[in-house]
């Protein structure tokens, strides 16, 4: 199961469809990564690098160690894109 970890030990679910300019997919709440599969069988077989999540304490995505409310669910998805900024093929 691909997971990224947070700095504050969150554990992010995640899929990676495709390979080429990536797309992030983040849904407002509280759905897993699989409510974006029709959208992604589409673009990634037009070539693009899909990666859906589970937001925290959602899904297959741990539950933030402090509790969660809407400002620290933003950082850690924040962290959660942070390592895929540098797959952009173009700025934005």
């Not at 997919?25 to 992604?40: E, N, R, T």
Request: charged share 20%.
């Amino acid at each position: 199961m691909p997971e990224l970890t947070t700095q504050d030990g969150t554990k992010f679910y995640y899929e990676d469809w495709g390979t080429a300019q990536p797309i992030v997919f983040s849904d407002a709440w509280p759905l897993s990564a699989d409510a974006w599969d029709d959208q992604m069988i589409f673009l990634a077989s037009r070539g693009y690098h899909c990666f859906p999540h589970d937001g925290p304490g959602h899904g297959r995505s741990s539950q933030p160690r402090n509790e969660t409310n809407t400002y620290r669910a933003r950082q850690a998805i924040h962290a959660f894109l942070k390592p895929f900024t540098s797959l952009r093929k173009e700025p934005l």
